[in-house]
């Protein structure tokens, strides 16, 4: 029989739409301002915490909508802002050594939905408001680390194979692989050293440059390798970063080969956020070396070894230049203020770490061990490549001596004052920065802004569907209508899939691609009415001119849509930010306008004519 769904189809089809709409509903809910508090490495929120945070709030009469605490976070939502800007200064002031406090947003979505897993749309940075930054890596300062760990590496297996050298020169460029050149006095040691050194070192390429030297690059495999290692960890710790502001859902991805994409939707606390990602604090513990006169060491008497160093007030040290442990073994710190009023940060380390530690301060006992503050600072210069100069800034913050063997736990000394060893802690306990990074963008968008542009993208779809919806109903008439109302249910297949899905986020360029969606849905039922016409002018009956509209329509509906979402999963794949939404809207919404288009409409069609004897259509 022409026209004609079987009960299962229509059933069905009202289900399908009976979800859509229950996960759409969540949208039509704002978002309540919050408080959210969690718990650092050691430290889990639990009902003791919320009592404490209860207290403190009644103490201070602010006035909160819900309190919660669930899977070790608590959230404290608030009618208005300055409610919640109060209730942050004051948490802020009371818990900020033991827990992470951060400004949020969260919808106000009724209990009842939130229970079966019913959320709004996940909001984009240019709707909901927040911070972007563009962060840039400097990678040649750990691949001079590296060649430097490599010259060190050579000239003592020379040495210990008795092949001597005259003297050693490097040269290094970001574009160009770090080379360093050795020297000999003959080429037949030269030879010597060569067989040598390539049997032992085979991530280095060693070859002879003129006739007394050899040349030592790394390969073009392991640069790429230890760039892409580089790049992934600084990932890593900008993610545990952004988790200490308290951050929800950020965007953090890879841009090129040395720079990195932050995006975090919702953040108000911008100039934190800045100090945080932008912090390059590490530290490095090393043996002084007392054996050395430090007036002998200023005139360039220090062995090859040592180093000079200086600390906080300006006095040189020596220290041994091998490093016992850096702040990459450091898993949790928490500063405080000890028996004799100074700052102090207790450092706890993982298993690897307390392994090296104990072994080396079992064997060490008596001699002094210093702590090294190392941080990168913007020198204000760029190179002649276009890259920000970072100059290194190195300070003597502790000299210990090694009383007994240590071994997870201990403590950092010598810090100017609890501000500063809040924010050491901090940057350690987040992680420590494979190499040195630098802010080179940063775009802030407010809330208002965010709201504003949601106000216009929600017009101009609204103008775009009435439009539409004017449109088809005054020259399709009750085809139109169909057709007006399969536009409306698109809408709501469109948001309610958005919901539904974790990854899908709702952008400015997101809410264009929606209204295009919504063109698209038009344009396939102007194709479907107009076929459906030309077959009646044709002389074919009615009920036969409705199935052979829709047959003959299918085939250019389906063809249309298949380019413009081959064009949307590359756009999708190839992407990132703003674009990379406008992608996800697209694909979503040229399924669901097909689905809509082609069963929908035809659905409430063979609803009001199918297996009827009609003479003449309102088309």
């Excluded at 003791?48 to 070790?72: D, H, M, P, W, Y």
């Excluded at 490599?150 to 460029?173: E, G, H, W």
């Excluded at 073994?329 to 028996?339: F, V």
């Excluded at 940057?427 to 802030?444: M, V």
């Amino acid at each position: 029989m022409l026209n004609h769904y079987p009960l299962w189809k229509y059933l069905a089809l009202i289900f399908l739409l009976f979800i859509s709409l229950l996960y759409a509903l969540p949208n039509l809910y704002g978002e309540d301002p919050a408080v959210q508090i969690t718990g650092t490495h050691n430290i889990i929120a639990n009902e003791t915490s919320l009592n404490q945070v209860r207290n403190l709030l009644e103490k201070e009469k602010i006035v909160s909508k819900a309190i919660t605490l669930k899977k070790g976070i608590i959230l404290i939502c608030f009618k208005d802002t300055d409610a919640q800007l109060h209730a942050y200064e004051t948490l802020m002031v009371k818990l900020r050594d033991k827990y992470i406090i951060a400004l949020n947003l969260v919808p106000s979505t009724l209990s009842w939905l939130a229970k079966l897993g019913a959320r709004p749309i996940k909001l984009g940075l240019d709707l909901r408001g927040g911070v972007h930054f563009l962060i840039e890596v400097d990678m040649n300062s750990v691949l001079n680390k590296l060649q430097e760990q490599n010259i060190d590496s050579l000239c003592f297996a020379l040495r210990q194979k008795n092949i001597p050298y005259t003297s050693v020169s490097k040269f290094n460029n970001f574009y160009v692989n770090h080379s360093t050149t050795i020297n000999f006095a003959n080429s037949t040691t030269r030879d010597v050293a060569i067989n040598y050194l390539s049997s032992h070192y085979n991530n280095l390429v060693i070859s002879k440059n003129g006739s007394q030297r050899l040349k030592v690059l790394m390969n073009n495999e392991y640069l790429r390798k230890i760039r892409r290692s580089i790049l992934q960890q600084n990932i890593s710790v900008l993610r545990n970063r952004v988790n200490q502001l308290g951050v929800t859902e950020p965007l953090i991805q890879r841009q090129g080969a040395n720079r990195i994409v932050i995006e975090l939707p919702g953040i108000q606390d911008m100039v934190r956020a800045k100090e945080i990602l932008g912090a390059t604090a590490t530290l490095e513990f090393r043996l002084q070396n007392t054996n050395v006169n430090v007036n002998a060491a200023m005139v360039g008497q220090v062995p090859s070894n040592s180093e000079v160093k200086n600390t906080r007030e300006g006095q040189p040290i020596i220290l041994y230049k091998r490093v016992i442990l850096t702040g990459n073994h450091i898993i949790n710190s928490t500063s405080i203020t000890n028996e004799y009023n100074q700052a102090q940060v207790n450092i706890l380390l993982d298993n690897e770490g307390g392994s090296i530690i104990s072994n080396f301060t079992k064997d060490n006992i008596g001699r002094p061990m210093a702590t090294l503050l190392i941080e990168y600072k913007n020198s204000g210069k760029k190179d002649t490549n276009g890259h920000i100069i970072l100059v290194r800034e190195e300070k003597v913050i502790n000299v210990a001596i090694i009383q007994s063997r240590l071994g997870n736990n201990f403590c950092i000394t010598g810090i100017a004052n609890l501000v500063e060893a809040q924010q050491l802690s901090l940057l350690l306990r987040a992680g420590t920065l494979i190499a040195p990074i630098q802010i080179i963008e940063e775009r802030t968008i407010g809330p208002a802004l965010g709201v504003q542009n949601i106000t216009q993208g929600l017009t101009a779809c609204f103008c775009s569907l009435t439009t539409s919806i004017i449109f088809m109903v005054f020259y399709y008439r009750k085809f139109g209508l169909i057709a007006s109302s399969a536009l409306l249910i698109n809408l709501v297949l469109i948001v309610g899939t958005m919901s539904l899905l974790p990854g899908a986020t709702l952008t400015m360029p997101g809410i264009a691609g929606i209204v295009l969606t919504l063109a698209v849905a038009v344009d396939a039922n102007v194709l479907i009415n107009e076929r459906i016409k030309e077959e009646i002018s044709n002389g074919r009956s009615i009920q036969q001119a409705i199935h052979y509209g829709y047959k003959g329509a299918f085939s250019s509906i389906v063809d249309a849509n298949i380019i413009t979402l081959i064009t949307a999963i590359i756009l999708y794949t190839l992407t990132t930010g703003s674009i990379k939404g406008f992608a996800i809207a697209t694909i979503i919404g040229v399924l669901t306008s097909m689905f809509t288009t082609i069963v929908g409409t035809r659905a409430i069609v063979n609803l009001l004519y199918g297996g009827k004897r009609i003479n003449r259509l309102s088309i």
